[in-house]
């Protein structure tokens, strides 16, 4: 197996095991304190991570400011949607939404890099409209509303993050010289500037709920963002960095669909619904159309 996609399914797997934290804590806590103490954890790490290895090395103007947007967009905005989406509808749920990624970076690549887009992506996405209408079904039959804002919601978060993994691809490549490990701490960076930007307009008290936080709640949210956005994103970037077409990475989410959703089910310790077996479905033919 090529290296890159070894890298993208190391990336789905680490992200799925920190959702379930993810989730947890915003539903304590709220999705803006959760994504700020995860970008926090990750930039602490990757800035570890880059003096043992040697340094940083000189970026360009241009360069930085990519890593920066990026980071605001897709660690900052992006993840704040997901993880609101996670707390509404549960992680398994809010994965799957992230088969139409493959068409939104196809379309953003097929622009910014001139890769070819495959036809066959339009295809699948009305089988990912299916399981969006069956999320909202079940909604509707349990709690007599169809919880369109958790869809709008993952749909917004998946959209925001394919928008940075473009940028993140601009970035390396006005400065290849640049490793991994340093564009992910840029990244980080972008996304902590963002939240201390989000604090003055909605305040989410980061210090007060941090120093509230039992032992064992600080060391669990910890695990989660070393597992779901430090481990997740060296190895996310790794693949973006190398991979020949940006959306045949985006296309390895379906592991990421089917790790959460199994994690979720045995935390909350219950079988799948019937809605999302259904809605599994749906999401394997959709994905059968970009392979």
Known sequence: MDKVY????????????????????????????????????????????VLLGGGFHQIGAGSAGFFLLSGMVGLGLADVCLVEAFSLM????????????????????Y??????????????????????????????????????????????GVMLDGVGVVLTRFAFNANPGIGTTEGNFYRAIGALLLFAALSRLKPFNFFSR??????????????????GTYLSLMFYLSAVRYAGALAAISGI?????LFASAFECALERKLPSAYLLVSFFFFFAGMSFLF
Not at 90 to 109: A, D, E, K, N, Y
Not at 122 to 129: D, E, G, N, P, S
Not at 210 to 227: E, Y
């Open 253 to 257: 989410a379906i592991t990421g669909t």
């Open 210 to 227: 941090l120093s509230g936080l039992s032992r064992a709640s600080l060391l669990w949210i910890t695990a989660g963002s070393f597992a």
């Open 90 to 109: 549960g992680p398994g749920r809010t994965m799957m939404i992230f088969g139409f990624q493959p068409l939104i970076i196809g379309v953003l690549s």
């Open 111 to 156: 622009f910014a890099f001139g890769q070819a887009l495959d036809p066959r992506q339009l295809t699948a996405v009305l089988f990912f409209v299916a399981c969006l209408f069956i999320f909202s079904l079940e909604s509707f039959r349990r709690h007599g509303h169809w919880n369109a804002r958790a869809g709008l919601f993952a749909l917004g």
């Open 6 to 49: 070894v890298y993208a399914l190391a990336a789905n797997l680490s992200f799925a095991i920190g959702v379930q934290f993810f989730t947890h804590y915003a539903r304590l806590l709220s999705s803006l304190w959760v994504n700020c103490f995860k970008a926090a954890v990750a930039a602490a790490l990757f800035l570890a991570t």
